[in-house]
């Protein structure tokens, strides 16, 4: 059973610092990591989408990174600002089940100071 | 091309009662899945279904939980007799056709529900 875990569960970090967020998975068959955005009250945004095949993905300040075989990936932020408080889920789509479901991580609840 | 909608924003219930949460899928989608957010969890997915169809409910409860995808309207998942425990909030997502290995999902807002 495909089991996705983020670390840490909440990070607070000063304006202006880069930072990293942290996925892990259970079963290395996956089809694709997704990170996404969860605003309080508000839907999830994707982020970016890593394919199995690839090693990373860029959005502007964003770097996603996927290392299929260990089991990881991590979302790197450059020169954090007070706007990306939010909270960054992490979701695989496992090969196995026949379906597209997604399986999330519980998420890492970002604090950007000012 | 306004994005995924889901009505009501809140919905508050008393134990024993129906509750009916609404989604319409961005222009031109006709897969939609639904997940489930309990407080402190992940999001789970509960079930996906095209128009008129239910290819997957897997990860929804057997008993009093349903779902439909009819050809005209939008989708609805209905939870009949609710209980405390069916307190969370579900999230609606929709995506132009099975999704491919790197097609995205667009989410809804989601329904916060409360039973009382």
């Known amino acids: 059973k495909q089991e996705v875990t983020q670390i840490p569960a909440a990070l607070s970090v000063p304006e202006g610092e880069n930072l990293v967020l942290n996925c892990s998975f259970t079963?290395?068959?996956?089809?694709?990591l997704q990170w996404f955005r969860q605003d309080p009250g508000k839907g999830l945004t994707s982020l970016l989408l890593?394919?199995?095949?690839?090693r990373e993905q860029t959005s502007g300040r964003l770097n996603a990174s996927l290392d299929k075989s260990s089991g990881r990936s991590t979302l790197y932020i450059a020169a954090s600002q007070p706007g990306d408080s939010a909270t960054y889920l992490c979701a695989v789509r496992p090969t196995q089940g026949g379906s597209e479901k997604l399986v999330f991580g519980k998420g890492t609840k970002l604090t950007v100071n000012p | 091309n306004a994005g995924v909608m889901q009505n009501p924003r809140h919905l508050v219930r008393r134990r024993g009662q129906e509750a009916r949460l609404r989604c319409s899928p961005m222009k031109g989608h006709s897969h939609v899945y639904w997940y489930r957010q309990l407080p402190e969890e992940g999001l789970k997915f509960m079930v996906y279904?095209?128009?008129?169809?239910?290819?997957?409910e897997s990860g929804m409860p057997k008993e009093r939980f349903s779902a439909e995808f009819p050809k005209e309207g939008p989708s609805i998942l209905r939870i009949q007799q609710v209980v405390r425990g069916d307190s969370a909030a579900y999230f609606c997502?929709?995506?132009?056709?099975?999704?491919?290995?790197?097609?995205?999902?667009?989410f809804g807002s989601g329904t916060q529900l409360s039973v009382l």
């Open positions: 079963d290395s068959a996956i089809y694709n």
């Open positions: 890593i394919q199995s095949s690839q």
């Open positions: 997502a929709s995506s132009h056709g099975r999704q491919a290995t790197n097609e995205k999902l667009f």
């Open positions: 279904l095209q128009k008129e169809n239910i290819i997957d």
